[in-house]
């Protein structure tokens, strides 16, 4: 799903160097009897049935929404070429392997934080901001009682750390056996955490400013999902002096932060399967072909997401793709592994041996017993008050489409327990000693091919 957000961020740079941004006005061809340019937006006009210039230009002039996923209509070129030169970038950064993507992530990882500062001064500087701010941290903590919160923050981590994902398995792999991967999580947390608190800053300062500029309190501007960076951000840069340069600044920070997770997915990826298959696809010209073979592939398939219904299959793929039945199904497997099969004291003993320092009790205790709790917990609350996907309070998929969505989701739990099974049937020996032996493999064959 990153390319496709890199493909819609794109769009909006090319717009961006437009004298006149075109989600400022309404004197646009794509524009409804029903838009409010940012001239007259008010908060007694916001409460009518109108859509905003910003909303428009969303809508029906980059996606060009159908009525439903029924109706996909034509590819979208404008989507498809941005699409095209996503991926473009993705094969060039990754063709040669992490040799070639670790250079690309010197530049893309480091960059966006120049621009989160620069948007960071900025956010602070505009009158209202500090209103966001306050609203930002200081929350109404009577939410806390309320189980989504909980489940949405959890969600949140797995999706902010990428967990369950397997890109820090894999690239992880590629460290040296002594490397201090005690360290190197620590950091990865400070890092993270701490740049989502600060981006926090950047965001809800601007909401501050539009809140002010609107009439109405924070919690009527903020939104989630593809409308807060795509809407209510360039509305916000579109209010500001010099508004084509923030612009510029914020897509810049997107379209780096999305493409340098795009490549790092599909490296991992393609390191899994040349793992799987060392002799056919690490042979230098046999890998920058199968590379090649992934990126056109995927390209052709993304091309009905840009199509004029793709929105609706993109929402759909991100709602239950990666759920929260994936993700919570995926660590209590991981902690049954690691914490039962293989044994924690195991586990502990080969940190110790690798970094020189043994993981303090605190973890044994999560692997064994916390998370897995956590996440089972959270795994049966989701199920209980599971409600079925919308888009805008209004659109309702076909039955057909929630089917092929739980299809999504089972395809990816139902794989963890089918290839156990498979490989408990093929390997002898009792139903531990083959999950031991099946998890050293792993972890054996993973430093093996790295050597």
Request: with cysteine; aromatic share 16%; proline share 3%.
């Given at each position: 799903m990153?390319?496709?957000r890199?493909?819609?961020?794109?769009?909006?740079?090319?717009?961006s160097?437009?004298?006149?941004?075109?989600?400022?006005?309404?004197?646009?061809?794509?524009?409804?009897?029903?838009?409010?340019?940012?001239?007259?937006?008010?908060?007694?006009?916001?409460?009518?049935n109108?859509?905003?210039?910003?909303?428009?230009?969303?809508?029906?002039?980059?996606l060009?929404?159908?009525?439903?996923?029924?109706?996909?209509?034509?590819?979208?070129?404008?989507?498809?070429?941005?699409l095209?030169?996503?991926?473009?970038?993705?094969?060039?950064?990754?063709?040669?392997?992490?040799?070639?993507?670790?250079?690309?992530?010197?530049?893309?990882?480091?960059?966006?934080?120049?621009?989160?500062?620069?948007?960071?001064?900025?956010?602070?500087?505009?009158?209202?901001?500090?209103?966001?701010?306050?609203?930002?941290?200081?929350?109404?903590?009577?939410?806390l009682a309320?189980?989504?919160?909980?489940?949405?923050?959890?969600?949140?981590?797995?999706?902010?750390?990428?967990?369950?994902?397997?890109?820090?398995?894999?690239?992880?792999?590629?460290?040296?056996?002594?490397?201090?991967?005690?360290?190197?999580?620590?950091?990865?947390?400070?890092?993270?955490?701490?740049?989502?608190?600060?981006?926090?800053?950047?965001v809800f300062?601007?909401?501050?400013?539009?809140?002010?500029?609107?009439?109405?309190?924070?919690?009527?501007?903020?939104?989630?999902?593809?409308?807060?960076?795509?809407?209510?951000?360039?509305?916000?840069?579109?209010?500001?002096?010099?508004?084509q340069?923030?612009?510029?600044?914020?897509?810049?920070?997107?379209?780096?932060?999305?493409?340098?997770?795009?490549?790092?997915?599909?490296?991992?990826?393609?390191?899994?399967?040349?793992?799987?298959?060392?002799?056919w696809?690490?042979?230098?010209?046999?890998?920058?072909?199968?590379?090649?073979?992934?990126?056109v592939?995927s390209?052709?398939?993304?091309?009905?997401?840009?199509?004029?219904?793709?929105?609706?299959?993109?929402?759909?793929?991100?709602?239950?793709?990666?759920?929260?039945?994936?993700?919570?199904?995926?660590?209590?497997?991981?902690?049954?592994?690691?914490?039962?099969?293989f044994g924690?004291?195991?586990?502990?003993?080969?940190?110790?041996?690798?970094?020189?320092?043994?993981?303090?009790?605190?973890?044994?205790?999560?692997?064994?017993?916390?998370?897995?709790?956590?996440?089972?917990?959270s795994?049966?609350?989701?199920?209980?008050?599971?409600?079925?996907?919308?888009?805008?309070?209004w659109?309702?998929?076909?039955?057909?489409?929630?089917?092929l969505?739980?299809?999504?989701?089972?395809?990816?739990?139902?794989?963890?327990?089918?290839?156990?099974?498979?490989?408990?049937?093929?390997?002898?020996?009792?139903?531990?000693?083959?999950?031991?032996?099946?998890?050293?493999?792993?972890?054996?064959?993973?430093?093996?091919?790295?050597?």
């Amino acid at each position: 799903m990153y390319r496709l957000r890199a493909a819609w961020a794109l769009v909006y740079l090319v717009f961006s160097f437009r004298s006149q941004l075109p989600w400022a006005s309404c004197e646009n061809t794509w524009n409804t009897a029903n838009c409010l340019g940012l001239k007259t937006f008010n908060v007694t006009e916001i409460q009518t049935n109108i859509t905003s210039a910003a909303t428009e230009f969303w809508e029906r002039r980059v996606l060009g929404m159908s009525g439903g996923i029924e109706e996909l209509g034509s590819v979208r070129w404008e989507l498809a070429l941005c699409l095209l030169a996503s991926w473009m970038f993705c094969y060039f950064s990754i063709w040669k392997g992490v040799r070639s993507s670790g250079k690309v992530a010197y530049f893309t990882a480091t960059f966006p934080y120049v621009m989160l500062l620069i948007l960071l001064i900025r956010g602070l500087t505009l009158p209202g901001a500090w209103d966001g701010i306050y609203y930002y941290l200081y929350p109404d903590l009577t939410r806390l009682a309320k189980l989504e919160v909980w489940i949405e923050a959890g969600s949140q981590i797995f999706f902010s750390y990428s967990l369950t994902a397997g890109t820090l398995n894999v690239l992880g792999s590629y460290n040296d056996y002594n490397n201090n991967c005690y360290k190197d999580c620590f950091w990865l947390c400070l890092l993270n955490s701490g740049t989502s608190f600060v981006a926090g800053f950047v965001v809800f300062s601007v909401l501050g400013f539009m809140a002010q500029k609107q009439g109405v309190t924070v919690d009527n501007v903020a939104e989630s999902g593809p409308g807060l960076a795509f809407i209510v951000y360039p509305q916000a840069t579109a209010m500001m002096p010099l508004p084509q340069f923030w612009t510029v600044c914020f897509f810049l920070m997107l379209i780096l932060l999305t493409v340098d997770t795009h490549f790092v997915i599909v490296e991992s990826f393609i390191t899994t399967v040349s793992d799987l298959f060392p002799k056919w696809f690490r042979a230098p010209v046999r890998h920058e072909i199968f590379v090649l073979i992934i990126c056109v592939s995927s390209f052709l398939i993304h091309l009905t997401l840009v199509t004029e219904g793709g929105i609706y299959i993109f929402q759909l793929i991100d709602f239950y793709g990666s759920t929260r039945v994936c993700q919570n199904f995926m660590v209590i497997c991981e902690c049954l592994a690691v914490g039962w099969i293989f044994g924690a004291d195991r586990f502990s003993n080969i940190i110790e041996d690798m970094t020189g320092q043994r993981p303090s009790v605190f973890f044994k205790l999560c692997w064994k017993y916390i998370i897995p709790l956590l996440s089972s917990i959270s795994f049966i609350l989701y199920l209980v008050d599971y409600k079925h996907l919308k888009i805008n309070d209004w659109y309702t998929y076909p039955d057909w489409a929630y089917a092929l969505g739980w299809t999504m989701t089972l395809s990816s739990v139902l794989m963890v327990p089918l290839w156990a099974a498979g490989q408990m049937c093929l390997t002898a020996g009792t139903f531990r000693q083959v999950s031991i032996h099946l998890l050293f493999l792993v972890l054996v064959n993973q430093q093996v091919q790295r050597v």
